[in-house]
């Protein structure tokens, strides 16, 4: 009894003296119904005494905490609730595990993880916060107010020390954030002045017919000439550097991984034995007799977005209206190719005829295809890179194997990526992770080409329930800049990789990539490594931006 109910004013009375004049604290506490916590959990952190059992040693730490500790944190509110009877507006209880059994005790309700991917949540599956308990009983040491604001750190992604100043980590992840790379801008930007002429079409109504007339024909003489290549001053170009110019793994990860910087690397690859030993007859040889999925385009353009309206819809389940009527971009889709289960020496006898013209108006892509399920023993004729081995997490490691005739459409990928090229070349124009509503970053409805094998042609028949979240509607070659206008003010970064060069290319970087043949080979060869990377967001997100992955808070 004793135990419980004696507070620990030593700790409180040395804080208050060292720390904080009493009249700096706030006067209102506010209380939070379930219905308010749901709200904040959205975009907060909430941390939450029993307002039951608000004794004053109780309520000094919670001001304490909310004014001195977190008093600069934005991401965190405090607070209390009432415990007794709490019930979720889903009727749901609070789950405080074994808690009960606490005497005194806080609650962190952390933020909730909006589940972008679904755009349909049923009504009785509302997300609801996950809740931590830190049990209060145990107060005896100075050190004790530590813990807590450790605790809170832990739940809610914050990084304060108990006076309220940033600890180590938080200044790293501040400084990385404040210094994360973008594409420098050239002086004149070509794109811009189309910008300036949508303005001014927007004018007058009267005005509009007339000198949009200019402007259109002006966009469509451009198109031929791919719009996002400034004529007048070439392109921006990655950054290259010898392996030989790295001093450590360490240098790579500040000067590259933990600002999102892209480059490309040479001589890291070229004593692979990838280089000589993978030769068709090899291939052939050794894995002609595996089933593999292989992509088919009738064009070699994987992934663009186009008009539904060129659809013939023929699906069984449609679309369910309340999703499309979420979809800021309904009359588009993006076009899956169509996916055949073919044996290996199959599709590099396809590939063959294709680059030899006996095939036409097909193309074929083996495309991110896992090493380690198809062919296991092509892992010993390369090797993961020095800079990564044991700081990021490995996912997955692809091959890629095609003609070398393929355009895939400008995305994203939600992994840190080495790409490493083994044949041809690859053409990357990237664009910056960070100001999103610029490329127009959405969900938007997925269809899937059809091929039928007797008579070699593609059809356009099936409409998908499912969404893409990785597609920017922009076609890059030919913007739509009177729907997209702000794709405008953006430039690339051309990223060119031959044979024997890695492209390091940070997660969340869009892309459009043009493959190229090597001539002599016909095919464009590429294995890539992707690790669950440092920097991250949530997305189909415009508005939101790169973070430090909080699965690597120990690299801070
Ligand atoms: C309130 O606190 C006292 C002592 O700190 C404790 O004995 C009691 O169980 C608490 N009641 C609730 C509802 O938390
Ligand atoms: C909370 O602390 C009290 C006193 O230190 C201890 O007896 C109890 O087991 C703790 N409860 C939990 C769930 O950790
Ligand atoms: C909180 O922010 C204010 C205003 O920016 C600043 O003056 C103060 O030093 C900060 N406090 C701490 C503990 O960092
Ligand atoms: C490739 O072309 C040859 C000769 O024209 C033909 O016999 C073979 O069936 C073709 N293979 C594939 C997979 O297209
Ligand atoms: C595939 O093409 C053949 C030949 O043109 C045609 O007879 C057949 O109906 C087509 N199959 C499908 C499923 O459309
Ligand atoms: C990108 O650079 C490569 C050479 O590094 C060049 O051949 C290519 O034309 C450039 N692409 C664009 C779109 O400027
Ligand atoms: C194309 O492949 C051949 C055969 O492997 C190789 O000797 C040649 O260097 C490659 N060409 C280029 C430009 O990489």
Not at 119 to 126: A, C, D, F, K, W
Not at 523 to 532: K, L
């Amino acid at each position: 009894m004793a135990k419980a109910t004696v507070p620990n004013y030593l700790l409180l009375t040395y804080l208050l003296i060292h720390l904080l004049l009493p009249s700096y604290l706030s006067e209102t506490i506010t209380l939070y119904k379930p219905e308010d916590i749901l709200d904040a959990a959205r975009s907060q952190c909430l941390v939450l005494f029993p307002h039951e059992n608000l004794t004053k040693w109780k309520k000094d730490i919670l001001q304490l905490l909310a004014d001195v500790s977190f008093g600069n944190e934005s991401s965190v509110l405090f607070g209390t609730v009432n415990t007794d009877n709490f019930l979720w507006p889903n009727g749901r209880q609070l789950n405080l595990e074994g808690s009960k059994t606490m005497e005194n005790y806080f609650l962190i309700f952390k933020r909730i993880e909006l589940d972008r991917t679904c755009l349909l949540l049923p009504e009785t599956n509302i997300p609801i916060p996950s809740v931590a308990t830190y049990n209060l009983t145990s107060f005896v040491s100075p050190d004790v107010l530590d813990d807590i604001v450790q605790f809170i750190n832990t739940n809610c992604h914050t990084f304060r020390n108990k006076e309220g100043q940033l600890t180590v980590a938080g200044i790293h992840r501040q400084h990385i954030l404040e210094n994360l790379f973008k594409v420098p801008k050239t002086k004149e930007n070509k794109n811009l002045d189309h910008k300036q002429e949508d303005e001014s079409c927007m004018i007058g109504e009267n005005d509009y017919a007339k000198k949009c007339e200019n402007r259109d024909e002006h966009i469509t003489n451009a198109k031929t000439q791919n719009k996002y290549v400034d004529t007048k001053n070439e392109l921006q170009k990655c950054d290259r550097i010898q392996l030989s110019e790295l001093s450590s793994p360490l240098q790579f990860f500040q000067e590259f991984v933990s600002v999102s910087k892209p480059v490309i690397i040479t001589g890291a690859i070229k004593q692979w034995p990838a280089f000589t030993k993978w030769t068709r007859a090899f291939l052939h040889d050794r894995y002609g007799d595996i089933k593999i999925h292989i992509k088919m385009t009738s064009d070699g353009i994987y992934e663009g977005v186009e008009p539904k309206s060129i659809w013939r819809d023929e699906s069984e389940k449609e679309i369910p209206k309340a999703v499309l009527e979420k979809l800021p971009y309904p009359d588009l889709v993006v076009v899956r190719p169509a996916s055949r289960e073919i044996l290996f020496s199959d599709f590099l006898d396809l590939v063959e005829n294709i680059s030899q013209g006996k095939v036409k108006d097909i193309s074929a892509y083996l495309e991110y295809s896992s090493i380690a399920d198809y062919f296991p023993e092509l892992q010993e004729d390369i090797t993961e890179m020095e800079f990564f081995r044991n700081i990021l997490e490995l996912k997955h490691l692809n091959l890629w194997l095609s003609d070398g005739n393929t355009l895939g459409k400008l995305h994203f990928d939600p992994f840190d990526n080495f790409l490493c090229q083994i044949s041809g070349v690859k053409e990357l124009l990237l664009y910056e992770p960070h100001d999103n509503s610029k490329l127009y970053e959405a969900h938007i409805q997925e269809a899937v080409l059809s091929y039928n094998q007797s008579s070699h042609t593609f059809h356009r028949k099936t409409l998908l329930e499912s969404t893409s979240m990785v597609m920017s509607p922009v076609d890059i070659s030919d913007p739509d800049l009177k729907r997209f206008p702000k794709f405008a003010d953006l430039q690339p970064l051309n990223c060119t990789i031959q044979a024997g060069e890695v492209l390091y290319m940070p997660a969340f970087w869009w892309h459009e990539v043009q493959s190229k043949p090597n001539v002599s080979e016909h095919r464009n060869m590429a294995v890539n490594f992707w690790y669950e990377p440092f920097l991250t967001r949530e997305f189909p997100c415009p508005e939101c931006s790169l973070d430090v992955n909080p699965k690597y808070f120990h690299l801070l």
